[in-house]
């Protein structure tokens, strides 16, 4: 069965840092994939916060992330990483993780995923930021 396990969500102080974890199991990420981190916040829309092609390792984040996360992947460990730096009380929000075949799908698309491009998703990881 296709599925994908987000995790390594907890609770920072502001300026803190978080390794979130999206492995999968079921398919090979690196055969023709794209993986896009989202989030949602109570109350607010889920969007995304990064994409990788993950045959050819090219990113996209939007600016409201950029400069503090960064999405990588080990293709031998069949899974994702979100590291997040500098986090901010506005980051609080649960995290999935998604998959497409389309593997360059945001690079081409020139933004981050929207939630409906995405076969695939994970339960999702809680982050909390305090102030």
């Known amino acids: 069965e296709v599925q994908l396990q987000a995790s390594g969500g907890g609770l920072v102080q502001a300026g803190g840092s978080l390794r979130l974890s999206c492995a999968a199991s079921?398919?090979?990420?690196?055969?023709?994939?794209?993986i896009n981190w989202f989030r949602q916040a109570p109350g607010k829309e889920r969007e995304g916060v990064a994409c990788?092609?993950?045959?050819?390792?090219?990113?996209y984040y939007p600016d409201s992330v950029k400069g503090r996360f960064t999405v990588a992947s080990d293709n031998v460990k069949n899974t994702v990483f979100l590291q997040m730096n500098n986090l901010k009380p506005e980051d609080t929000a649960v995290y999935y993780c998604?998959?497409?075949?389309?593997?360059?799908?945001?690079?081409?698309?020139?933004?981050?995923?929207?939630?409906?491009?995405?076969?695939?998703w994970g339960q999702g990881t809680l982050v909390t930021v305090s102030s």
């Open positions: 998604a998959a497409s075949p389309f593997a360059p799908l945001c690079v081409l698309s020139r933004r981050v995923g929207s939630p409906g491009e995405y076969d695939y």
């Open positions: 079921g398919f090979t990420l690196g055969d023709d994939y794209a």
């Open positions: 990788i092609s993950v045959p050819d390792g090219s990113t």
